[in-house]
Structures are given as C-alpha cells and as structure tokens.
C-alpha cells in the first residue's frame, strides 16, 4: 500500500518527496514517561493518549511528536516543549510544518498499518516512515492549505470549548435543581425564603417526598436478539449497556421508559422518548413507569447523576442486581416542579445537541478537505495570488 496510488499526477508545480528529505530527527529524548512530574510549564509528548507537563524542555518553536509504540498518533506544537524516549520527535527544514503535520495525519491509518509492527506491542519503524512518500506543493500553497485546516481546527477547538461550557453549568444546575428545586417564577428556592425538610437523602423542599424506584415502575429485563432480526432501517431501536447499538423490527415495548445497563459500562444511563419502539438485549434493563405522578425525564436527570459503580457487587465483568435498582431513592417534586426542572436541563442538553452537531460537521468538512487539498485535487493557488 502505497499512498502515491491515490493520484498518480500531481499538479504543475507539485512533486513527490520522501518525509526522511524533508525533516530533520531531534535527538533522543532522555526521559521516560515515569520522569514525568506533571507541574511543569512545557508540554510533555508521549506515545499515549494524554499530553503531560514537564519541568524542562528539549525543543523550541515548530516540532511535530510521532508516537513510536501501539498506534500511530502525531501531533504538532509551536514552542518549548519535551517528549519522552518513546516519542520520535522531528523538525521540518524550510517547509510549512503544518502542512506536513496535516498530510501525515491524513495518511495516519496508512502509517500506523505500514510502519508499525512487531510482536506484541507494534513500534513505529522510522527508517521505513523516513521512506514515505509527500505531495509537496509551493511554499505559498502549503501555507494557505495550513491557514485552512488551522481555521477548521481553530473552530473545532473553540466549539469543543462551548460543549465543556455547557455541561458544567449543566452539572452545576443538576446539583441545586434535583435537590432545592424550582418554583413557579422560575428561582432556585433556599432556606431562607422556603421551608426545607430532612430527609434519607439531603435536606429538600416540605412539598417534596422521596421514593423507590421500584414504587414508580417496573425494572424489566431484556432479551436476546438473533443477529438476523437486525435491520439497518427498522423502525424499533436496540439498546444495550454502550446505548443505541442497531435497529430492528421486533420491539419489546413503546417509550417512555429509562434504559439502565445489567453489566459492563454500568454508569450509562439512557432516556427513550415517548412513542418509540424499542428493544432492550439481555445486558440491561429498562423501567417502565406505572405510577402518574412522574415525569419521566425528570427521573432520568436524577439518575443520570447517581453514580452506579458504588452499586456493583461483581469482581470480574461489573454487573447491577435488579433488588439493588429498585433500591434507589429519588427525591420526588409535584409533577409540575418535575416538568419544569426536567425541561430547564433539557434546553441545555439541546444546546450541547447542536454544538456537538456542529463540530462533527467541522469534523466531516476537515477529512473531506483533506482529501481534496493535500493531493491537489482541489487547488487554493487562486487564493494565493488573490493574496498576492
């Protein structure tokens, strides 16, 4: 596999080089990931996931950091920063080094099946990556096609930002709204100006009560699915422990109803909206709700908020006892209260709806550039005499 064959002629102007032409290795890192102290001022690259801190750096301005074991991942950083001994770093001579960190992130699923191998652990074989072939447009040109994913991922960022924004005032809400409540004007309520009760759980607003889950509903278990009842375009929507996991048209039964996991990712929690079919498979339960009073997307925010990993009584694969769900206490508002503070955190969920909507567009609209601007099937050099 050879990424060449993707477009054999490049544009006038274009040509191939190899990445080993192009770059220059910067020495080999002396600290180990376990140096890591974690409270310094310069960013510390590793082969893992996580970007850590370190108290002294070993590059300076433009460096791009390859993880050299597991997986092909890269990244790019403008500044001091340091990296560990499994992490090959290197600087680009006289190019754009965001146009070569964007053609080698688009390339990566090429890099991490060529390059990295070995048993057990796959390592990044540098002298064959050296060997890995470049479309290299002008100067000019890799700088404009830099400044647009800068701009794509600069949005990203900034969105990313939003959602973060969101789901801490969401967080914040949930703790003052599921416990003090909200009255009719649409103000938190405190103990100065309401009457507040003890109660197993927290101090609460008198009107409220607390209840079982198990007095509100029934906690049913789900059933096994053959794999030939799946249909990409059912209309009833199969759930399991991870959430939405395929389609069907067998249902088990018709929304409302709270999804809640049997083993594995136990802490999930799911709401499923009034009139859709569904069907639950045998790692989790769902609650169908019997008693009137309850507005079912109220008890879905408070149980998303409990934290089910102090319910497990396996030692291997996490599992929830049924007895111990019917169990839970929930602090009960008036049915209106319950709308009201259900809708609240529903207009914030939309809200993180929509940002996440709009960074998985951003997300769409970047790999699809990549595929058209880093092989000059799609040219900017418009936009550079433009500039020009």
Known sequence: MNNEREFKDLPEGWKWVRLGEVVIENPK?????????????FPFFTSGDNVLRHSHFLVDEENLFIATGGKAKINYFYGKASYSADTYSLKVKDLNTKYIFYTLLKDIEIIDYKFFSGSGLKHLQKDDFKGLSIPLPPLPEQQKIAEIFETIDNA??????????YKRIKQGLMQDLLTKGIDE?????????????????VRIPEEWEVVRLGEMGEIIYGERLNEYEYFEDGSSIVYGTTGIIA????????????ILPRKGSINNKFYVKEGQKFFVIDTAFY????????????IYYFLHQVNFELLNEATGIPSLNRENLKNILIPLPPLPEQQRIAEILSQI???????????????RLKQGLMGDLLTGKVRVNHLVEEEE
């Open 29 to 41: 890192s002396p600290f180990k990931v376990e140096d890591c102290d974690n409270f310094g001022n």
């Open 156 to 165: 990203i960022e900034k969105t990313d930002k939003i959602i973060e924004k």
């Open 185 to 201: 004007n649409g103000n938190i309520r405190n103990e100065k100006t309401h009457k507040f009760k003890d109660s197993p759980l």
């Open 247 to 258: 389609r069907t048209e067998k249902y088990i039964d018709v929304g409302e109803a709270i």
């Open 287 to 298: 609650v169908k709700f019997t008693k009137t009073e309850v507005y079912v997307k109220y």
């Open 349 to 363: 969920d939309k809200t993180i709806e929509k940002e996440e909507q709009y960074k998985e567009k951003l997300k």
